[in-house]
């Protein structure tokens, strides 16, 4: 079935270095969506790509989706405190677009 | 109401008890979802619906797992002859469609089975 990876598992910085986490569905995607989890909490949307290529900034955060709609990155420019979480990718098979598949996730960690 | 909301939030049962755990999705909200989510890890599918009709039950684990959302609101996700190893977060999230929008995360509800 599908299945989607994230790596790494674990990433330890300090405060104001960057940071990137990587995405790999063993399938291709309609979409693929970015969550936050802060600690204690429950995953928070951050932002949904649909088309091959797709690159999309927040603030610090860029989002990227790859050509082949089977990997996605985030990264984080110059980390600050309130970035500390963990960071979960969800990606809808381009054959099932109802059921969102999550990988492990990224935990954050940022030392002031 | 304003988000999802999952009831109870903590849940202590012994083992070999049934439990039902329930969801009131966000009002309007098309898709609804079930995940079990152990500590350190992130949400494991289970099931969802779209509308009142249950489209992928593939994320199950066993036939002692069952949901259901008859009206298409509430939906109640039913253990029945819990073991331990059921002990976990159980969230549920809803959307406004099934594709293109993002889900909505309740707060969880917290199984422990002793």
């Known amino acids: 079935g599908q299945q989607v990876m994230q790596i790494p598992q674990y990433q330890h910085v300090q405060e104001g270095e960057d940071f990137t986490t990587y995405c790999n569905s063993s399938?291709?995607?309609?979409?693929i969506q970015w969550y936050k989890q802060r600690p204690g909490g429950h995953p928070v949307f951050l932002i949904q790509l649909v088309k091959s290529g797709e690159v999309k900034k927040q603030k610090r955060l860029t989002f990227q989706f790859g050509e082949a709609k089977k990997n996605s990155s985030l990264h984080i420019t110059a980390t600050q405190t309130t970035d500390v979480g963990t960071y979960f990718c969800?990606?809808?098979?381009?054959?099932?677009?109802?059921?969102?598949?999550f990988g492990q996730g990224t935990t954050l960690q940022v030392k002031p | 109401g304003a988000g999802v909301s999952q009831s109870p939030r903590y849940k202590v049962t012994k083992r070999g008890q049934d439990v039902a755990l329930r969801c009131d999705p966000i009002?309007?909200?098309?898709?609804l979802y079930w995940y079990r989510q152990a500590l350190g890890q992130g949400p494991e599918f289970l099931t969802y619906?779209?509308?009142?009709?249950?489209?992928?039950k593939s994320g199950l684990p066993n036939d002692r797992f069952s949901a259901e959302r008859p009206e298409g609101s509430i939906s109640t996700l039913t253990i029945q002859r819990t073991e331990q190893r059921d002990s976990a977060m159980y969230r549920c999230a809803s959307s406004l469609e099934q594709v293109a929008t993002e889900a909505f995360f309740g707060q969880g509800t917290r199984l422990t089975v002793v």
């Open positions: 399938t291709t995607l309609s979409n």
């Open positions: 009002s309007g909200h098309v898709s």
């Open positions: 619906f779209n509308y009142e009709a249950q489209q992928d």
């Open positions: 969800a990606g809808r098979d381009s054959s099932n677009t109802g059921k969102l598949i």
